[in-house]
């Protein structure tokens, strides 16, 4: 079964504390990795596609790398504005486009 | 524009009574999308349509739920005889053919069943 699993489940972090959340999967063929960004009473917003091994994207603080099995979204030097929390999606080959997401992590910045 | 617009925001049902929720795509984006998120942030694909046509429909409860995207309109999702457990937010969200860049969410249909 395809499945897409997150950690941790919710990270603390100083402003400045830099980290990295993490997404694996398990899926019959993947065709495209994505991470959104979710503030609370919003819906997602589009950060990044990632499509084979070895690919890596970088927007401001934000970098996300994938590997054949995982992907990692690192975040450098937060600031609280950073909080939020942070999906990752999977599209998988003959899944018709549609979307199978982590739970997420939820990411809480303090200055 | 350049978001997708849903409506309402929020909407409170009796159980069993039926509940409409409506979703403008983006202009020129050919596919929609149709996700719940219960507690936990647990996103389930209920639905998908290219233009007016039903894409993907492996998600949808068939007995109570149904939707439709015809031309011109919004596209639409009913539930009919609502119960406690369809209590979530619901998303829509549309892409281009072919789009590499993500699907643009929309902010969301909270639907509350009492």
């Known amino acids: 079964e395809d499945q897409v699993t997150q950690s941790p489940e919710a990270l603390r972090l100083q402003e400045g504390e830099s980290s990295s959340l993490n997404c694996s999967y398990t899926v019959s063929g993947l065709r495209g990795l994505f991470w959104y960004r979710q503030d609370p009473g919003k819906g997602p917003e589009f950060l990044f596609t990632l499509y084979s091994a070895g690919e890596e994207k970088e927007k401001e603080r934000l970098k996300a790398t994938l590997t054949k099995k995982e992907s990692f979204l690192h975040i450098t030097a937060p600031k609280p504005e950073d909080s939020a929390t942070y999906l990752c999606?999977?599209?998988?080959?003959?899944?018709?486009?549609?979307?199978?997401f982590g739970a997420g992590t939820r990411l809480a910045v303090h200055p | 524009g350049e978001e997708v617009a849903q409506t309402p925001k929020h909407l409170v049902r009796g159980e069993g009574q039926k509940a409409k929720l409506y979703c403008a795509p983006i202009?020129?984006?050919?596919?929609v999308f149709w996700y719940q998120q219960v507690l936990k942030n647990e996103f389930k694909f209920l639905i998908s349509f290219q233009n007016e046509n039903v894409f993907d429909e492996t998600g949808m409860p068939k007995e109570r739920f149904s939707a439709k995207c015809l031309p011109n309109s919004p596209c639409s999702l009913e539930i009919q005889a609502t119960k406690l457990e369809d209590s979530a937010v619901y998303f829509c969200?549309?892409?281009?053919?072919?789009?590499?860049?993500?699907?643009?969410f929309g902010s969301g249909t909270r639907l509350t069943v009492v």
């Open positions: 969200a549309s892409s281009r053919q072919g789009d590499d860049y993500g699907y643009t």
């Open positions: 202009k020129g984006h050919s596919y």
């Open positions: 999606a999977v599209a998988i080959s003959g899944g018709y486009n549609k979307l199978i």
